[in-house]
């Protein structure tokens, strides 16, 4: 029987099991314990010791609280990329608020800074400024941070980075995507760079913001010997046992970075062909390829997008299309949108290939071969 290849499956570095038998040790199984404390601690010595980290169930979680944070509310407007997953933008949601969105530079496959510029200078001229900007680090590339931090102190707006996909990415002068913005979120799914099997985080540069964080993530106890309550809280705190996984994990971020590049580029190598072209990275930046993210011109080669899927999907390799842009989707409809379609080119023609770290070189050569395959026997 074939094994099947997975798109990015979880991959152990093997201490992982010794990290969480020392929390059944101590018998912190329940949601808070020494292995929580010492995983943010490790995430805040790898981003730099200016932020605080506050670890919680799900990067969605995350983002949910720093946009309340930030003051999002009920009539409150987001700004963000429309090519994002949906964890990334149904917070804005769960808060009444509403989105709008906005596409993608071609150059860098992340937002387009000058188009979000443009539409700052009209609202401030009409008084409709956003009450947040979110933009997504997509496939673990950093979005373009110096303009945006400036725009955001511009405008006075809260600015919180997606970095869900880009822990052990890093943005021109070395400095680590998930340090962005007032906020960056984290992600820790099973098909991330790292994993705590479910799990997220939010990265602050600002205390109060982390403090606000644990307090409403930990179901808004006020302090009292009884359960008092003056806000509406969550159950958001991860969970010791999952953070004790993520301490394994992070002894070996940068090593399962460097392999989703070396993946990435062998990938790069070996489909050299008229109409496929490969995700860009700009001058400066180290993307963690997350996930290996290419589009195929019908045109110039003879097949689409969907043609290479269910190929590779009859021979029990798994492949998966661009994010379908957020403004096109049906629970959408009708949301305000800025851009060119960018975004929707790219779904329409792009394609993620298998790149997990622990994908053998001998699985990624049937990958290249049968794709190399189908595009040969083009027109």
């Not at 985080?201 to 913001?209: F, G, S």
């Not at 809280?233 to 090593?255: F, K, P, T």
Request: net charge negative.
């Amino acid at each position: 029987m074939t094994m099947r290849i997975y798109l990015s499956r979880p991959h152990m570095s093997g201490v992982e099991e010794l990290r969480v038998a020392e929390a059944f040790a101590s018998n912190f199984v329940a949601p808070l314990g020494p292995q929580l404390d010492a995983f943010e601690s490790s995430v805040r010595a790898y981003l730099g010791s200016t932020v605080h980290c506050v670890g919680l169930s799900s990067g969605s979680a995350a983002l949910h609280l720093a946009l309340r944070i930030a003051g999002v509310g009920p009539g409150s407007e987001v700004w963000i990329s429309s090519m994002t997953f949906a964890g990334g933008i149904f917070p804005v949601n769960y808060l009444g608020a509403s989105p709008r969105f906005f596409d993608l530079d071609p150059k860098s496959w992340t937002v387009d800074t000058a188009l979000l510029a443009e539409e700052l200078a009209k609202a401030a001229a009409e008084n409709r400024l956003p009450k947040a900007i979110v933009p997504t680090d997509l496939y673990g590339q950093s979005v373009d941070l110096n303009p945006l931090e400036a725009l955001a102190a511009q405008y006075d707006v809260p600015l919180i980075v997606d970095s869900a996909e880009s822990l052990g990415a890093s943005y021109l002068d070395g400095r680590k995507a998930g340090t962005g913005g007032d906020a960056a979120i984290l992600s820790f799914n099973g098909n991330k760079i790292i994993t705590t099997s479910g799990g997220g985080m939010l990265v602050t540069k600002h205390k109060a913001w982390a403090d606000e964080a644990r307090f409403l993530a930990t179901q808004a106890r006020d302090p009292a010997a009884h359960y008092e309550h003056s806000t509406v809280g969550y159950n958001y705190r991860l969970s010791n046992i999952c953070a004790a996984i993520g301490l394994g994990q992070m002894e070996v971020l940068d090593e399962r970075v460097t392999r989703r590049r070396e993946i990435f580029d062998r990938y790069r190598q070996g489909l050299t062909h008229p109409g496929i072209s490969f995700m860009p990275e700009p001058e400066g930046s180290w993307s963690t390829r997350w996930l290996t993210a290419l589009t195929i011109d019908p045109v110039d080669t003879g097949v689409s997008r969907e043609d290479i899927r269910l190929m590779l999907l009859e021979h029990q390799i798994e492949s998966r299309p661009l994010w379908k842009p957020m403004h096109t989707q049906p629970l959408y409809s009708g949301t305000r949108y800025h851009g060119s379609g960018v975004d929707e080119r790219l779904f329409e023609q792009g394609l993620c290939l298998p790149s997990g770290s622990d994908m053998t070189n001998e699985q990624q050569d049937e990958i290249i071969e049968r794709v190399s395959f189908l595009l040969n026997a083009g027109p």
